[in-house]
Protein backbone atom coordinates (compact mmCIF):
# COMPACT_ATOMS: atom_id res chain seq x y z
CA UNK A 1 0.00 0.00 0.00
CA UNK A 2 2.55 2.61 0.67
CA UNK A 3 4.59 1.45 -2.09
CA UNK A 4 1.31 2.11 -4.26
CA UNK A 5 1.40 6.01 -2.70
CA UNK A 6 4.75 6.51 -3.81
CA UNK A 7 4.38 5.84 -6.86
CA UNK A 8 1.58 7.89 -6.88
CA UNK A 9 3.24 11.01 -5.52
CA UNK A 10 6.27 10.60 -7.99
CA UNK A 11 2.98 10.39 -10.51
CA UNK A 12 2.49 13.77 -9.43
CA UNK A 13 5.80 15.45 -8.80
CA UNK A 14 6.22 14.70 -12.54
CA UNK A 15 2.63 16.46 -13.50
CA UNK A 16 3.86 19.23 -11.19
CA UNK A 17 6.97 19.72 -13.47
CA UNK A 18 5.26 19.76 -16.58
CA UNK A 19 6.31 16.52 -18.13
CA UNK A 20 3.27 14.27 -17.84
CA UNK A 21 2.57 12.87 -21.35
CA UNK A 22 -0.48 13.73 -23.39
CA UNK A 23 -0.86 10.34 -25.20
CA UNK A 24 -3.44 8.50 -25.04
CA UNK A 25 -2.93 5.05 -22.81
CA UNK A 26 -0.87 4.51 -19.88
CA UNK A 27 2.12 5.81 -19.62
CA UNK A 28 4.51 4.65 -17.29
CA UNK A 29 7.56 6.31 -15.60
CA UNK A 30 10.26 3.84 -16.06
CA UNK A 31 12.04 2.79 -12.95
CA UNK A 32 15.47 4.25 -13.11
CA UNK A 33 19.13 3.83 -11.32
CA UNK A 34 21.60 6.44 -11.45
CA UNK A 35 25.04 5.99 -11.23
CA UNK A 36 28.00 8.07 -11.02
CA UNK A 37 31.64 7.50 -12.14
CA UNK A 38 35.18 9.76 -12.11
CA UNK A 39 33.66 9.33 -16.02
CA UNK A 40 30.28 9.70 -16.62
CA UNK A 41 26.56 9.49 -15.35
CA UNK A 42 25.08 6.19 -16.13
CA UNK A 43 21.11 6.00 -16.02
CA UNK A 44 19.83 2.32 -16.36
CA UNK A 45 16.20 2.08 -17.38
CA UNK A 46 13.87 -1.08 -17.07
CA UNK A 47 11.18 -1.03 -19.98
CA UNK A 48 10.09 -4.45 -20.30
CA UNK A 49 7.91 -5.17 -23.50
CA UNK A 50 10.13 -2.49 -25.27
CA UNK A 51 12.33 -3.94 -28.71
CA UNK A 52 15.32 -1.78 -29.76
CA UNK A 53 13.39 -0.16 -32.97
CA UNK A 54 10.40 1.28 -30.68
CA UNK A 55 12.66 3.14 -28.28
CA UNK A 56 13.62 6.72 -29.05
CA UNK A 57 15.48 9.24 -26.89
CA UNK A 58 15.58 12.79 -27.42
CA UNK A 59 17.95 15.76 -26.27
CA UNK A 60 15.91 19.12 -26.61
CA UNK A 61 16.70 22.33 -24.51
CA UNK A 62 18.77 20.50 -21.84
CA UNK A 63 16.34 18.03 -21.20
CA UNK A 64 17.08 14.36 -22.05
CA UNK A 65 13.37 12.05 -22.67
CA UNK A 66 13.32 8.82 -23.06
CA UNK A 67 10.18 7.15 -24.80
CA UNK A 68 9.49 3.41 -25.10
CA UNK A 69 6.83 2.07 -26.94
CA UNK A 70 5.39 -1.40 -26.17
CA UNK A 71 4.21 -3.59 -29.21
CA UNK A 72 0.67 -4.59 -29.79
CA UNK A 73 1.31 -8.27 -29.16
CA UNK A 74 2.46 -7.22 -25.40
CA UNK A 75 -0.22 -5.51 -24.38
CA UNK A 76 -2.72 -7.03 -21.89
CA UNK A 77 -5.33 -9.97 -23.25
CA UNK A 78 -8.73 -8.35 -22.77
CA UNK A 79 -10.00 -11.89 -22.18
CA UNK A 80 -7.68 -12.99 -19.28
CA UNK A 81 -9.80 -13.38 -15.50
CA UNK A 82 -7.54 -11.68 -13.72
CA UNK A 83 -4.01 -9.80 -14.50
CA UNK A 84 -1.75 -7.92 -12.64
CA UNK A 85 0.60 -7.20 -15.21
CA UNK A 86 -0.13 -4.03 -16.96
CA UNK A 87 0.85 -2.80 -20.01
CA UNK A 88 2.00 0.14 -21.30
CA UNK A 89 4.27 2.64 -22.94
CA UNK A 90 7.01 4.71 -21.45
CA UNK A 91 7.98 8.13 -20.76
CA UNK A 92 10.69 10.28 -18.27
CA UNK A 93 12.70 13.08 -18.52
CA UNK A 94 15.73 14.63 -17.41
CA UNK A 95 16.90 17.44 -16.99
CA UNK A 96 20.88 17.73 -17.90
CA UNK A 97 24.30 19.87 -16.49
CA UNK A 98 26.84 21.47 -17.95
CA UNK A 99 29.17 18.68 -17.47
CA UNK A 100 27.22 16.42 -19.81
CA UNK A 101 29.48 16.28 -23.51
CA UNK A 102 26.29 16.10 -25.26
CA UNK A 103 27.80 15.01 -28.53
CA UNK A 104 28.96 11.74 -26.76
CA UNK A 105 25.58 10.39 -25.47
CA UNK A 106 25.40 6.76 -25.96
CA UNK A 107 22.39 4.50 -25.78
CA UNK A 108 22.13 0.71 -25.88
CA UNK A 109 19.12 -1.25 -25.08
CA UNK A 110 18.91 -5.12 -24.22
CA UNK A 111 16.25 -6.87 -23.10
CA UNK A 112 13.82 -4.12 -22.13
CA UNK A 113 17.24 -2.26 -20.35
CA UNK A 114 17.88 0.83 -21.42
CA UNK A 115 21.25 2.17 -20.78
CA UNK A 116 22.52 5.71 -21.27
CA UNK A 117 26.01 6.46 -20.55
CA UNK A 118 26.46 10.39 -20.26
CA UNK A 119 29.90 11.52 -20.45
CA UNK A 120 31.46 14.44 -18.51
CA UNK A 121 33.21 16.91 -19.87
CA UNK A 122 36.77 17.55 -19.27
CA UNK A 123 37.74 20.65 -17.52
CA UNK A 124 39.80 22.29 -19.84
CA UNK A 125 42.80 23.16 -17.80
CA UNK A 126 45.42 26.04 -19.42
CA UNK A 127 48.21 26.87 -17.42
CA UNK A 128 49.05 30.30 -18.17
CA UNK A 129 52.74 31.40 -17.44
CA UNK A 130 52.82 34.39 -14.66
CA UNK A 131 55.78 36.98 -15.82
CA UNK A 132 57.72 39.08 -13.87
CA UNK A 133 57.10 43.04 -14.32
Do not use: W
Not at 12 to 38: A, C, K, S, Y
Not at 50 to 74: F, P, Q, S
Amino acid sequence: MAETKDIQKKRETQMQRGVEPTQQGRVFLPPTDIRETNESIVLTADMPGVKVDCVNVTLENDVLTVRGTVAEEHRSDPGAAYAEYEVGNYQRSFALSDEIDRDKIDARMNNGVLTLTLPKTRPSQKRIEVKAG
